[in-house]
T-cell receptor, first 113, second 114 residues
Framework: AQSVTQLGSHVSVSEGALVLLRCNYSSSVPPYLFWYVQYPNQGLQLLLKYTSAATLVKGINGFEAEFKKSETSFHLTKPSAHMSDAAEYFCAVSDVGFQKLVFGTGTRLLVSP | KAGVTQTPRYLIKTRGQQVTLSCSPISGHRSVSWYQQTPGQGLQFLFEYFSETQRNKGNFPGRFSGRQFSNSRSEMNVSTLELGDSALYLC?????????????FGSGTRLTVV
């Protein structure tokens, strides 16, 4: 079965610093991979998705992620953190047959001035 | 273009009662999926409806049910509420399904069972 592991339940960075949120997946078939962001008391907003086209995927708000099959990873990065990036981030993989998303446990990003 | 609308935003119910949550997808979207989000279990898939038919179902007890209407609006119902049903319930819509166009999520309904 498909699964996702997000390393680090909390990540703290300073404003202007690099953001790196880690995601490793397990999939028996070429996966579709997603990153979502959730602000307090809100739903999930899609940041970016990988659907087997380009391995480097650019998303909204300056975020990007690189699909590395050899490492089964799909880490999310942003060159310079902004205070407004403070939120919870979820990595997700589609299951076989694209019936549903399987989510990781989330990483809370804290940004300090 | 209006997004996915979930009503109500907040709900407090008593153990043993039943509850109905509503989701209006983006206009033209025919697929509606429901997810439960809790601190302990994270985000878990409940079910998906497409053209008024349940197409996929997650691993939840029969107390959780749903339906979809001809205008693609969907409702989910939870009967005989338990304390553990307290969660944020998220609805997601897509044109035809996850593979083709991905999801757009609503803001959720936060259900508290007391």
């Amino acid at each position: 079965a498909q699964s996702v592991t997000q390393l680090g339940s909390h990540v703290s960075v300073s404003e202007g610093a690099l953001v790196l949120l880690r995601c490793n997946y397990s999939s028996s078939v070429p996966p579709y991979l997603f990153w979502y962001v959730q602000y307090p008391n809100q739903g999930l907003q899609l940041l970016l998705k990988y659907t087997s086209a380009a391995t480097l995927v650019k998303g909204i708000n300056g975020f990007e992620a690189e699909f590395k099959k050899s490492e089964t990873s799909f880490h999310l990065t942003k060159p310079s953190a902004h205070m407004s990036d403070a939120a919870e981030y979820f990595c997700a993989v589609s299951d076989v047959g694209f019936q549903k998303l399987v989510f990781g446990t989330g990483t809370r990003l804290l940004v300090s001035p | 273009k209006a997004g996915v609308t979930q009503t109500p935003r907040y709900l407090i119910k008593t153990r043993g009662q039943q509850v109905t949550l509503s989701c209006s997808p983006i206009s033209g979207h025919r697929s509606v999926s429901w997810y439960q989000q809790t601190p302990g279990q994270g985000l878990q898939f409940l079910f998906e409806y497409f053209s008024e038919t349940q197409r996929n179902k997650g691993n939840f007890p029969g107390r959780f049910s749903g339906r979809q209407f001809s205008n693609s609006r969907s409702e989910m119902n939870v009967s005989t509420l338990e304390l553990g049903d307290s969660a944020l319930y998220l609805c997601a819509s897509s044109l035809v399904g996850l593979e083709a166009d991905g999801y757009t999520f609503g803001s959720g309904t936060r259900l508290t069972v007391v």
